[in-house]
């Protein structure tokens, strides 16, 4: 599995556990999402549907955000955190073992007034043939932690350890945690 497909079934779990009775629906592959930015669909009893954006983050050693902010450089394509219709950005560090839920709309608020005091990064993206670049600016946790209260931080279980297990430690995030992970390389952001 995955980093984006483990980092959906995390969010999947905390959404479904969060609110009893609510359903998720997957909409990653259906084209009446894509161009808005939404992985998932909450449903809550309530009957409000909420859209959720989900990215995965499987570097080690980082503490930041990647914002994109140009999908394709090459066909000058705008970004999924400017452009996504979401509710919740829910950003998954899957080394760290942690599910950050960020009200998209508040963060993107705070973030474009600063978004020249962010250093811009390139990544890039082999499918097939093709090659394109994103761009994404790079923002420390703690920036949108401190300015952006409704910010939550959930810990994932760790490696081995049943749902169970995670609950009586303490950590509130259930569901198993990906089989053994194969190291992967580290990318510039």
């Given at each position: 599995m995955g980093a984006a497909d483990r980092a959906v079934q995390y969010a999947r779990?905390?959404?479904l556990v969060t609110e009893p009775g609510s359903r998720v629906h997957d909409v990653q592959e259906d084209p009446r999402f894509q161009h808005r930015g939404v992985d998932l669909l909450w449903e809550l009893p309530s009957g409000e549907v909420r859209g959720i954006e989900v990215k995965g983050d499987r570097q080690?050693?980082?503490?930041?955000?990647?914002?994109?902010?140009?999908s394709n450089l090459e066909r000058d394509t705008p970004g999924c955190f400017l452009y996504?219709?979401?509710?919740?950005l829910m950003y998954v560090?899957?080394?760290q073992g942690e599910l950050h839920v960020l009200p998209l709309k508040a963060v993107r608020e705070?973030?474009?007034?600063?978004?020249?005091?962010?250093?811009?990064?390139?990544?890039?993206t082999q499918t097939g043939a093709i090659r394109y670049?994103?761009?994404?600016?790079?923002?420390?946790?703690?920036?949108?932690?401190?300015?952006?209260?409704?910010v939550k931080f959930i810990p994932l279980p760790r490696?081995?350890?049943?749902?169970?297990?995670?609950?009586s430690a303490g950590e509130e995030m259930p569901g198993q945690p990906p089989a053994q992970e194969k190291p992967e390389e580290d990318v510039p952001y």
């Open positions: 779990n905390w959404l080690p050693r980082r503490r930041r955000y990647f914002f994109e902010l140009v996504s219709g979401a509710d919740l560090f899957l080394a705070w973030f474009l007034p600063r978004a020249k005091s962010y250093e811009l990064r390139h990544t890039f670049t994103t761009v994404g600016a790079v923002v420390p946790v703690k920036d949108v932690q401190e300015a952006v209260p409704e490696r081995g350890r049943t749902a169970e297990e995670a609950q």
